[in-house]
Nanobody, 122 residues
Framework: QVQLVESGGGLVQAGGSLRLSCAASRRTFNSDTMGWFRQAPGEERVFVAAVSRRGSTTDYADSVKGRFTISRDDAKDTVYLQMNSLKPEDSAVYYC???????????????WGQGTQVTVSS
């Protein structure tokens, strides 16, 4: 069983930055694609970014491209989401997920963390 634990969320002003971390409990972390999704109140959970094993492939939602960067440290079983130039519309609960392919469909991700809240004030 894979356990994913997110951290790094919080309150930040518009234009600011945050870095989210997701630590995996399983040592085979480096065989999985890792993704970030977010869910705002009353909305569906949507894709934000994903990175393949060994970091060779990344994908970003159009809404965050150029502002967010996903990366991974396989030695630490951890994936990161660096978020810059944050906007109020980025406010959501951010979830880390593990799957087998770099895709935007949340159904393709098998394991999920509990989420971390990001709030961007205007």
């Amino acid at each position: 069983q894979v356990q994913l634990v997110e951290s790094g969320g919080g309150l930040v002003q518009a234009g600011g930055s945050l870095r989210l971390s997701c630590a995996a409990s399983r040592r085979t972390f480096n065989s999985d694609t890792m993704g970030w999704f977010r869910q705002a109140p009353g909305e569906e959970r949507v894709f934000v970014a994903a990175v393949s094993r060994r970091g060779s492939t990344t994908d970003y939602a159009d809404s965050v491209k150029g502002r967010f960067t996903i990366s991974r440290d396989d030695a630490k079983d951890t994936v990161y989401l660096q978020m810059n130039s944050l906007k109020p519309e980025d406010s959501a609960v951010y979830y880390c997920a593990a799957g087998q392919r770099v895709v935007r469909d949340r159904a393709a991700y098998v394991y999920w963390g509990q989420g971390t809240q990001v709030t961007v004030s205007s």
